[in-house]
Every structure is written in C-alpha cells, then in structure tokens.
C-alpha cells in the first residue's frame, strides 16, 4: 500500500573505533614498486596513492566531512520486503521541494558511486521557480551500498533493485514517479520502467548512453547502417559519435578488467577490498580519474567518497556482487524496449563507453536528447548544472515530458 513506509530519521555515525582501525591500518600500509616512467599506463601512479594515503592519515577529518553530509543531506532509512529475499533495511536521501506540485523523482546511482552523488544537484532539483519546474527527490543507497543492507542470499540481480526503488517511492506515498539513473543506476531505471510503466513509473532519464550494437533482427537497417560504417566504405555517424565508439574500442582494451573480476569472482577481490583501505582506495580512485572529463578532484573530495565504501553497512565488498548476478543471470543481454515509457538522454563525450543516438533509440521511447561538449561519467557530480538542466528541459513547461505525472507539473499554481 502506498504511504505505508515507517520512515526513521537517520545520521551517519561512525564509532571512534571504526576510525581507530582505519588508522591502524592505514599505518601499516606497504607499498608496491613503480617502473620509471609509467605514467598511468599500468594503473593509478604510486605518487598519487602516496599523497592520499598521507592526506587520510594526516589532515583528513572524517568526522567534518561527516557532520556536513548529515548537515546537507536528511537521510532516512526504512525497512522494505524484497521477493524471496525477506526484510532489507534500507538507507536513502529524501527531500521533498517548497512546490507541493513538484514532481517525484528517484534518484539511482551505480558502482562506484554512492548516495553522495545527489548531493550538488538535490538543491537545484528542489529549488522553487516560475522559470523551471521544481522536484521531491529521493535517492536511494543501493542494497550493499552505503548504509543500506546487503542482501544475504545470492540471486539480487536487477530486477530486484528495481522492486525496492519502487516499493520505496510507493511507500513515501508517490504512487506516480519519475526516475533518473547513471551506470548501473541505467539499467535498474530501465527495468523499473519494463515493469512498472507506464503506472507507477511516468518517465525516465538517463546519463549512461549505452547499449548493445543494432542487430539484424533487432534493427536490420540500422545493423546494415553499422556493418557498413565498420568496413569504412560509409559512415553514417557524426564526429562526435564515431570519436565515442573508438573510446569503447578503447575501454574494451584497457579499462573493463575490473567488470571480468566483479562479474566472475567478487568474492576473491573482496577481502583485499574488505581489508585494504588503500587497495579499495586505487580500485576506485583509478575509474574516478580514467571516467571523468579532466574534473579537478579535490583529495578530501576523494578520500570521503572512498570513506563512504569503508564505513559501509555490510563493508565494501557487497557492492561489487551486482556484477556477478546480473553477469550470470545474462540480464544486460538480449534486453528488450523498454516500452511506450517517455525517455530522455544526456550525452556527456566522456563516458568510458558512448555509442551513436540512432543505437540509444532502440532502446526505449526517446523522446529527449541533450548533448554536451564536455563531462564524463558522474554527470550528477562532474556537471550538476548541466544535468539539472537537461531534466529541467525534458520535464518542464515545452518538454516533451511535461505534466507526465498527473497534477505535479513541478511548478507553483
């Protein structure tokens, strides 16, 4: 039943002795060698890790940067029934907007990201204007994320990370919602629009420009298109498009070893990862450096996004076993449209794997496009404003989607 959720205030508390350990271990740190002149050609440079590690045992204050999540974000959490899985406690950031007629929105990140990347947009979401319409947002952690329970049982593939972010929207009473997903937050937006559009899910709204290659059952001209552009006797892409499938090229050859690992032996990567801070700090400092745009990242930017997997619930080993389940159970294979569901997309050049509009519009029904000239991967974090822009733009008065959510135009009457 809709508004059935017991919605239970929640601060981040990290113990002293939580702190203490880290410490302990952080001194103990050994350090690999480094060939001269390695660049990152091998992986993240031992100089930076150095510098980090320094900076996380000396000058980095957990507890401030705690106190001004707590201060920013008002967290919740709450417990939701899964199928077949029982009781997860679940962890999430709700703000509702000024606008009583705002329009609900989830917010659902990925790997390596956490809760953390709503943080700059949330009060450009909610923010009251006659210029642009206005959200009630929330963004769930994931369960395995953050302070959200992980599932105990194996079998948590997509599907079911689809069934709490909609059970958590219909819980806090918003029985019509719109979503919004980066990374893995892509494809858990895309299922929940397969199965709950176009009631309770309205529209969704991407930053992942990512699908499989046309095929000739699936798009035959458009496949033909492609086999074509591929011997190079035609190219029936633009600039932009052909520079993003030679960066796929790219990241097949280069940057997807961690996908093979996460998706086939999670569990022996865990314990380094549960263990080490400083090896869960270059297994994801390096796709926070290799996925952006050139962003300039501050260390206490980045030691706090790696505290977040430190201190997590269930440790940060929970978080890379998404992988291995939607990997085994074949679910990014294969996958259908999406349906009639209205879908937008941001374009942002830098993303590890971008591949040609026409590709995209066989994924669901496009009805929004934005492009931009620069950003990468975290769109909500690198390119706040332009992201909220584009949602602004698909949602608002003139969008393709406005007033898809019935009385909740996102404005004030």
């Known amino acids: 039943m809709p508004g059935t959720l017991v919605e239970k205030p929640f601060n981040i508390a990290v113990s002293d002795d939580q ?19 390695a660049g ?44 077949g899985f029982g009781s997860l406690n679940i962890h999430y950031v709700h703000k509702r907007s000024q606008v009583e007629g705002a329009i609900p929105l989830l917010f659902v990140h990925g790997w390596p990201g956490s809760f953390l990347e709503v943080r700059k947009i949330l009060p450009l979401l909610t923010s009251s204007s006659p210029d642009h319409p206005s959200f009630h947002v929330v963004a769930l952690s994931l369960p395995g994320y953050g302070f959200s329970e992980a599932p105990k049982k194996t079998g948590f593939r997509i599907v079911h990370y689809a069934e709490v972010g909609n059970k958590l929207m219909l819980g806090l009473g ?59 006797l035609y190219t029936a892409y633009t600039k932009a498009e052909v520079a993003g499938l030679e960066r796929n090229k790219l990241f097949e050859k280069k940057g997807r070893g961690y996908y093979l690992e996460q998706a086939t032996q999670p569990q022996t990567l865990g314990y380094s990862l549960a263990d080490s801070p400083v090896g869960l700090l270059a297994w994801i400092y390096e796709k926070l450096v290799n996925w952006t745009d050139e ?29 291995y389940e939607m990997h085994n159970a074949q679910e990014l294979v294969g996958i259908p449209f999406a349906g009639p569901v209205p879908m937008g997309v941001s374009y942002f050049p830098k993303e590890p794997l971008v591949v040609p509009k026409s590709w995209m519009r066989t994924v669901g029904n496009i009805v929004f496009e934005g492009d931009h000239s620069s950003g990468g991967h975290f769109a909500a974090h690198e390119k706040p404003e332009e992201l909220v822009h584009d949602l602004r733009k698909m949602f608002g008065k003139g969008g393709a989607a406005f007033g898809v959510v019935p009385d909740k135009s996102g404005y004030s009457i």
């Open 295 to 323: 962003y300039p990242w501050d260390d206490d930017e980045i030691l706090t996004w790696i505290s977040v997997y430190w201190f997590s619930r269930d440790g940060p080993a929970a978080s890379s076993r998404i992988y």
């Open 19 to 37: 702190i203490d350990t880290l410490q302990q271990k952080l001194a103990l740190t050994r350090f690999p060698d480094e060939l001269d002149d």
């Open 174 to 232: 918003y029985t019509e919602y719109v979503t919004q997903g980066g990374d893995l937050g892509y494809y858990i937006t895309r299922k929940m629009a397969t199965e709950y559009g176009t009631k309770p899910v309205k529209a969704w709204h991407t930053n992942t420009s990512y699908c499989q290659p046309p095929t000739l059952t699936r798009a035959p001209l458009l496949a033909l298109s492609h086999l074509i552009h591929a011997t190079s």
């Open 40 to 83: 990152r050609d091998y992986g993240v440079p031992l100089a930076d890790v150095q510098r980090l590690v320094h900076r996380w045992r000396s000058g980095y204050d957990w507890k401030e940067h705690e106190a001004k999540l707590n201060e920013e974000l008002p967290q919740f959490t709450t417990d939701i029934e899964v199928d």
